[in-house]
Structure formats: structure tokens, C-alpha cells
């Protein structure tokens, strides 16, 4: 049944989609569950961000058992063969069955969140406290608070987490709330076929009848006029209805290229809040609640070692945990700082060789629109004096060289004037939400 899956997926998606995702995915079914195994951890996240939901779905319309889970994992087929022997495939095309579109009718009542992505899971940090608040008075208050909540930030940091958080917390407030979540991929292509299926009136009385609807990741709505549009007056029409929106996207609205302005300028008529990356404690405050999810016991001199070389993002923080975890499990050998280095060795290994103190000039003057001779030059109005002392303390963040290295590569600078700069980059970031900002885009930006 899994070729039939395959089959009405390809009907639903572009073939560049349905190619670069769907196609790598390997299926083996067992007697409970369909594993689904991805060639690396992208594609699984990928396709079981947003598809998950739609393969179960269709796994429940085409198999002879029903409902069965679907699990995502990284590898090949052959690994789980082992240990978990499949039973008898689909013998081959079975009779005439309802038609397509009966049979795979998508069940809109069936909530799509994910459980554990709760307030409780969700460790509070400076970086997402904004977000965490206004995320928590939606969930108390929902189509009350701030309608649209508009969360956006880098990948990886928690937007979707929080997203779902307040859909549960809705949901544990009113078992009967109509809350749905997608992600805008999904939106576009159901709205796509309820046109070609006549559906489409169908469609809008459904999203229009919701309690709270979670889109996920709209900058995938750039440039597709017609779901704007649908999208553009099912927006309206909740917010009337003081039905709660919440709305996630990797950039400022703003900055999404090929979106109506009608539509980023709605978005800023509830809230907009960024997620930032993580401050250090909070990476290593997470890495500990996540440790102690697991039930593994996590020294706290190895958070702190993984948490300061893993700056990027928590999916990152994550992976690296578990991979230490998984690592120590295997060898049977105790968790140490030494232990962690070796098993994080490649990844390490490619973070120090892609930060260099060249490379962090070139992105901070791109990133500043001047020159990287500025950063270097005796110029000291401030336009280029600020730009550069962000550039000096990036430097002594993201590299291991010493202070009068830095101050070398910097046009000959004193070891004191590097010094210098990183306090004053420090005290400013806490005075200014503008160099925050910046800071941490760049940071971003060298390290992702
Ligand atoms: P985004 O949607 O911003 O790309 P996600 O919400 O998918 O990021 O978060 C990535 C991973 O990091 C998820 O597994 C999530 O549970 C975890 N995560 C993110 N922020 C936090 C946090 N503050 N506390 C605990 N886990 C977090
Ligand atoms: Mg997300």
C-alpha cells in the first residue's frame, strides 16, 4: 500500500517536491507501525515536519490494518528488517475501492500537535522570554491577547516548540477547542487541491471554523500569489471572529520577499516577538533539562563544554547530546568532557575551520555595508568604529586566537584596544536591543 501513499503524494505536491523528499524516503511496515527511514536527519526533519500528519493520514485510507504510527528514522531498511521482522506486503492492486478523494479526505478533527512540546518542556531563557510570555497569554486568553502572535527567528530555536506549546496549553484549558496546526507548506498544497477537487468553499468554511490556527513557517507562502490570497481572507475572517492566530517565519515579515504588503502589514496588528539564540546559560540549561529528560547524567562541566562550542541552534545543542549519549551507551564508557570532544570530534573539527578571523571581517562588513579595509583602517567615526569593535569581539567569541592576534589581524592593533572593544560590545548589547540584534544575526550567520 505504501506505492499507493507514494502515488497520491505525488498528485498533492510540485514533482520538485515530491522528488527531493518523498522519493529518497525508504517504507517498511511492520506489524504496528510504518517505519519510514530518511537518508540523513534533514530530510526526515523535513518531511515529518510537515508531512507526518498528511503519510498517516493516507497510511490509514490505503492499509488493510488502518491507523498504524508512522516513525521516522535516519538509515536504510535493512536496519530495522532485523529487528523487527515486516509482515506480508500489500499483495499487489486490490479491487475498486471508494474513489481517491473520499478515501483520503484529510481528518481535520484529529489535532496535529505534538505532545511534548509543552511550556513545562520549554527551558526559559533571556533570549526567548519575550516569546515565551506573550506565547503563554495566547494560550490563556485566546483571540484575546495579541491577535495575530507573530513569532520569528533563525531556525532552530524553539518557534515551533512554543507554537504547539500554546496549542496544547488551549487545548488542556478547552478538550473541546478547534486547534489546528500546519505547516504553511501543507496549507498551500490543501488549499491546491480543494480547487482542483471543487472543494474549495469546503475548505475555507473548515479553516474558518477553527478556535486557533497555528501556521508555521510562512515565509514558504513567498510568491504564491493565490494561497496569499486564500490565506489573506481566511486571516480576516478569524480575526473577526476573534479566533486566535499564531504565525511563525524565519525573518522579520518585513524582510519576506515576494509576500503581499497587505499581509505583512496586517501580521504586525497583534504582536511580533523574535526568538534569539540562546544565550551560553541557557544552552547550558537546556542541554541539563534535556539530560534529565533522557535519564542520563550529564556532568555539568560537559553541558558546559558542549554548550559553548554549539552556539548556533537547540536543534544543533540537541543532536550533540544525543550523540554523546548515544556514543557512551555504546561503548559503555562514563560521560566526560574528554569522552565528548571525541565524539563530537567532526562536527568541532568543521566549526573551528569555518569561523576564521577573515571570514568574520568579510561578513561583518557585508553585513554593515562597508568595507573590510574600513574595519581594518585608522577610521574611527563611529559608523565604521562600531562595526569593527562588533568584528574584534566575534572574533574572541567564535575563535581561539589571543587577544593580540586578533588585535594583529585587526590593521595592528594593541591587545587592550581588542580588550576594550568586547566590553564595550558587551555593555552595549544590554543597552541597545539594535547591536543585540545585530550581534546576534551575525552570530548566527558565521555559525550556521
Ligand atoms: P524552530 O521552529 O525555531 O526551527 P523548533 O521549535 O523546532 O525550532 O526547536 C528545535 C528543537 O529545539 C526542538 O526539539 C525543540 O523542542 C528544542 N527547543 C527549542 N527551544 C527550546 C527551549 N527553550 N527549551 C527546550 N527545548 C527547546
Ligand atoms: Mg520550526
Excluded at 132 to 159: D, H, T
Aim: charged share 25%; net charge neutral.
Amino acid at each position: 500500500f505504501w506505492q499507493k501513499c507514494l502515488d497520491a503524494l505525488e498528485h498533492e505536491l510540485s514533482p520538485q517536491q515530491f522528488n527531493t523528499w518523498i522519493r529518497p524516503l525508504q517504507a517498511e511496515v511492520s506489524e504496528d507501525r510504518v517505519y519510514l527511514f530518511a537518508p540523513n536527519r534533514f530530510v526526515m526533519d523535513w518531511v515529518a515536519e510537515r508531512f507526518q500528519d498528511r503519510i498517516e493520514e493516507l497510511v490509514a485510507a490505503y492499509s488493510d490494518t488502518g491507523t498504524l504510527p508512522v516513525t521516522f528514522e535516519v538509515g536504510s531498511r535493512a536496519q530495522v528488517a532485523k529487528s523487527a521482522p515486516a509482515v506480508a506486503r500489500d499483495p499487489g492492486v486490490s479491487g475498486e475501492g471508494p474513489s481517491l478523494v473520499e478515501r483520503t479526505k484529510p481528518d481535520y478533527r484529529r489535532s496535529k500537535l505534538q505532545h511534548n512540546y509543552t511550556f513545562q518542556t520549554f527551558v526559559e531563557g533571556k533570549s526567548n522570554q519575550l516569546g515565551r510570555a506573550a506565547s503563554m497569554q495566547v494560550a490563556e486568553n485566546p483571540g484575546e491577547a495579541y491577535n495575530p502572535l507573530f513569532l520569528y527567528g533563525g531556525v532552530g530555536l524553539g518557534k515551533t516548540h512554543l507554537m504547539h506549546a500554546v496549542g496544547n496549553e488551549i487545548l488542556r484549558n478547552r478538550p473541546d477547542a478547534k486547534v489546528l496546526y500546519l505547516h504553511s507548506e501543507r496549507f498551500v498544497a490543501d488549499m491546491v487541491k480543494a480547487l482542483q477537487q471543487n472543494a474549495i468553499n469546503e475548505f475555507k468554511r473548515f479553516y474558518r471554523s477553527l478556535d486557533a490556527l497555528l501556521i508555521d513557517d510562512i515565509q514558504f507562502f513567498a510568491g504564491k500569489e493565490r494561497s496569499q490570497e486564500e490565506f489573506f481572507h481566511t486571516f480576516n475572517a478569524l480575526l473577526e471572529g476573534q479566533q486566535q492566530v499564531i504565525l511563525t517565519c524565519d525573518r522579520y515579515p518585513k524582510e519576506v520577499n515576494g509576500l503581499e504588503e497587505r499581509l505583512k502589514s496586517r501580521f504586525g496588528w497583534g504582536l511580533t516577538v523574535a526568538i534569539q539564540p540562546p544565550e551560553l546559560e541557557t544552552r547550558v540549561a537546556i542541554l541539563n533539562s534535556k539530560a534529565l529528560q533522557t535519564g542520563v547524567e550529564l556532568p555539568s562541566e560537559v553541558a558546559f563544554f558542549i554548550a559553548k562550542r554549539i552556539r548556533s541552534n537547540i536543534r544543533e545543542l540537541e543532536g550533540a547530546l544525543r550523540r554523546v549519549v548515544a556514543n557512551s551507551h555504546f561503548t559503555g564508557r562514563p560521560i566526560t568532557v574528554d569522552f565528548a570532544k571525541e565524539a563530537l570530534h567532526d562536527l568541532l573539527a568543521l566549526q573551528a575551520k569555518l569561523v576564521t578571523i577573515e571570514n568574520i571581517q568579510k561578513t561583518v562588513a557585508e553585513y554593515y555595508k562597508i568595507r573590510v579595509a574600513d574595519l581594518l583602517s585608522k577610521r574611527r567615526n563611529r559608523s565604521i568604529a562600531r562595526p569593527r569593535q562588533v568584528a574584534m569581539s566575534l572574533a574572541k567569541e567564535l575563535t581561539n586566537h589571543s587577544l593580540p592576534e586578533i588585535g594583529d589581524a585587526f590593521g595592528g592593533r594593541d591587545h587592550t584596544t581588542v580588550l576594550h572593544a568586547c566590553k564595550k560590545v558587551a555593555s552595549l548589547k544590554e543597552e541597545d536591543q539594535r547591536i543585540a540584534e545585530d550581534y546576534a544575526n551575525l552570530l548566527r550567520i558565521l555559525t550556521t
